[in-house]
């Protein structure tokens, strides 16, 4: 495209210059040769940067608690995988023989949430008593940031701690984990854990929306 300019020069008679604009792009849409990422794929990746800092440790959000006890590096997931705890409502995320990463469950609802069904998630790791955090999980075209709260769990070696979220089932919080594919999840200072693509999840979630 040429734009016509006309210079003017004290006592001389206009100039005629003609001016290609060539800077790529100005004019027209980028090359077809860049295809853009869809909108969803772009939100997941900048969201996982932003969580990936696994040496961070838990930070203040809203008027959530920040304790800053050293942090816990990414666990090793080779290997892991959902499976059954002996219930239909409970299942847990780790590799076979050793300690559980996660776990999901189907719960009833207690107080405001009376009568409802609730789905807990739990992330064993080293926590502060009192701190809150939110948990980062993302899959499957969703980015969605759980409330959780440091608590401990009884088991056969004795109180364990851990980081708790229990929300109501029909909540979009599941969304990440509830159409079968692999996701991640991000708590601050205990590191990230990538969940494998399961239906197990998603069976679990369905069930508890419909029970």
């Not at 090359?31 to 772009?42: L, Y």
């Not at 089932?169 to 990538?194: N, R």
């Amino acid at each position: 495209m040429a734009r016509t300019l006309i210079a003017r020069k004290s006592g001389l008679a206009p100039a005629i210059v003609t001016a290609a604009l060539m800077m790529p792009g100005a004019c027209g849409p980028a090359s077809g040769n860049e295809d853009a990422a869809p909108v969803e794929t772009r939100a997941e990746a900048q969201d996982q940067a932003q969580v990936s800092s696994d040496e961070q440790p838990a930070a203040s959000i809203g008027n959530r608690a920040s304790y800053a006890s050293a942090p816990s590096p990414s666990p090793e997931t080779s290997g892991a995988a959902w499976r059954s705890d002996g219930s239909t409502a409970r299942i847990v995320y780790g590799v076979a023989d050793n300690d559980p990463l996660i776990a999901l469950e189907c719960v009833d609802g207690a107080g405001e949430n009376a009568g409802a069904r609730m789905v807990r998630i739990t992330r064993f790791a080293s926590a502060d008593g009192g701190a809150g955090a939110m948990m980062a999980l993302i899959g499957n075209g969703h980015v969605r940031r759980i409330p959780i709260d440091a608590t401990t769990q009884e088991g056969a070696a004795g109180a364990t701690p851990a980081w708790q979220g229990t929300h109501p089932a029909d909540s979009e919080f599941w969304d990440p984990i509830a159409a079968g594919g692999s996701a991640t999840a991000t708590v601050p200072g205990a590191g990230k854990i990538t969940l494998g693509g399961s239906s197990i999840p998603a069976a679990l979630i369905a069930r508890c929306r419909t029970s």
